[in-house]
């Protein structure tokens, strides 16, 4: 079992920049894969961003490439998303979700826990 706690959601301004935290608790932080995930008001959660147990291997969304940074640190227990020229349609909320294993899954079905979540508004 392994909870998720995020933060650093807020408001910013269209090119501004978010620093998202998610941090993890247990003592096996790295035999999880770790993901993004994002859902704006009226509609389904979407992949953002995924990462390997190391961080070695990462995985982006096209919507979020180029300005989307997924990194983790297991010593910290806590993999974090840093997103860069955020635009307005980047509002919604953003959650966590962890798995064990190897694979990395795209998909929300393949991960088994998330966090609450942390709203992140961008606003024109």
């Known amino acids: 079992q392994v909870q998720l706690v995020e933060s650093g959601g807020g408001l910013v301004q269209a090119g501004g920049s978010l620093r998202l935290s998610c941090a993890a608790s247990?003592?096996?932080?790295?035999?999880?894969?770790m993901g993004w995930f994002r859902q704006a008001p009226g509609k389904e959660r979407e992949f953002v961003a995924a990462?390997?147990?190391?961080?070695?291997?990462?995985y982006y969304a096209d919507s979020v490439k180029g300005r989307a940074t997924i990194s983790r640190d297991n010593t910290k227990n806590t993999v974090y998303l840093q997103m860069n020229s955020l635009k307005p349609e980047d509002t919604a909320v953003y959650y966590c979700a962890a798995t064990r294993g190897l694979r990395v899954p795209l998909g929300q079905q393949g991960y088994d826990y998330w966090g609450q979540g942390t709203q992140v508004t961008v606003s024109s």
């Open positions: 990462c390997s147990w190391s961080g070695d291997s990462t």
């Open positions: 247990g003592r096996t932080f790295s035999a999880y894969v």
